[in-house]
């Protein structure tokens, strides 16, 4: 029996159901955390619940929540809005404006918490997470969505349903509290940025093959994507956080690849100091990179899995680092450091090696070091006698030339 026909049964899958909550990361503009918790059947997204999450973790504001058609009908959507009033007990939930579709879902769904809806309370209970005049107008437009559709909407517990409520809510404008600017800071620990490769089977082979060396498959995948194609998404504080964020991508591919893909991770050194860092946008668990140009880094490592098979996890550490790059968000804006290292597509121009170029901390310091080697040098040999004559040396046993080195092409050369 297929998946669709059981679901028409009222019946689970075989497969069952299970909840994952996780990031969804948005762009910069609020201080709110942005979650995501996704209902799987199988290996399947039936649907997902967005929402925000004020920094004290006292205020919700549910932004999106949807079931994919294969799996409507069936309670999912009740499921995910019971867990998120469950896993927040005494938090305020604003539920915003809602569609055509969530106000017939909502005429049929039974709030547990009608008490901690904001659009049942008085405005100066909940004024410092939400905007005042925002929620009047939300009401305003779920009335007219009943009216229209002839439902009641829960009506009866919806505070002054109906009523025009701009004057009072703007007695509260004031009271509005974003929440303290809290953030990473990117040149103090290490960052964890995660993309999904879909790579040549015979590369796809050597990188998860465990008898090979670590680093030397990390820098197999490197020459293959290109040192300054590093991910420009966003970089999290864990590497836990990173392959999170490349599992809910794959989860949402709108199609499956005939080739498996690879989860991997890029582990950056912490960046240079505060004042030459690049814009950013830093939340308490990850950071978005601002502007178009491109950002030099120093990669500290490398791990990659493939997806649902967490406990084989490859790793490589790299010492020194290697010097990397994200890349600009177009040529255009590609500084003339990444001009003169990489080409047009991320990969490392010749005569450029893959090390950070930094002197030798000794470079300046040679004549200092050359006497104190030829002192120590003439101390030694004072202290050793008059020279002995040397034993003489053994004649060769074969004085036949040696073949020469052999020629070893390393592993994962880009086809």
Known sequence: M?????????????????????????????????????????NAVGGHLDFLVHPDRQALSVWGLEVRPDFQRHGLATLLMDALYAAHPRAWINHGQRLDAGTWWWNSYRDPAPERN????????????????????????????????????????????????EEEAGLWIHDLWEGPPEGIDPSAQR????????????????????????????????????????????????LHAAFEDVHHDELFQDAASVRPATHMVFTLHPLAEPGSLPDYDARPTH?????????????????????????????????????????????????????????ETGFLLPHTDAQPDTAHPYADRAGEIRDFADRLQRDVAARAGPPQSPEPAPMPLDRRPLPPPMQHQPPGQRP
């Open 2 to 42: 297929s998946r669709q026909a059981q679901w028409h049964k009222g019946e689970l899958p075989e497969e069952g159901l299970s909840l994952w909550l996780t990031d969804w990361k948005i762009p910069a503009g609020t201080s709110w955390d942005g979650r995501r918790l996704i209902a799987l059947v199988g």
């Open 118 to 165: 904001i659009h049942n309370v008085a405005p100066q209970r909940w004024a410092r997470y939400f905007n005042a005049l925002d929620v009047a107008a939300e009401k305003a437009q779920n009335d007219h969505s009943n009216d229209f559709f002839g439902l009641d909407g829960h009506k009866g517990a919806v505070y002054r349903y109906g009523e025009r409520l």
């Open 191 to 238: 960052l964890h940025g995660a993309v999904r490769l879909l790579l040549p089977t015979s590369l796809h082979a050597y990188i998860h093959d465990a008898a090979h060396d670590g680093a030397a498959r990390a820098a197999a995948v490197l020459d293959y994507i290109g040192h300054g194609s590093l991910p420009r998404g966003y970089w999290n504080t864990s």
């Open 287 to 343: 950071l978005d990179f601002l502007g178009s140009a491109d950002i030099a880094v120093e990669l500290a490592g490398m791990a990659w899995r493939l997806p649902g098979q967490p406990w084989t996890t490859h790793t490589a550490e790299f010492a020194p680092p290697v010097a990397a790059a994200i890349p600009p968000r177009g040529r255009q804006h590609a500084s003339a450091a990444y001009r003169a290292r990489y080409d």
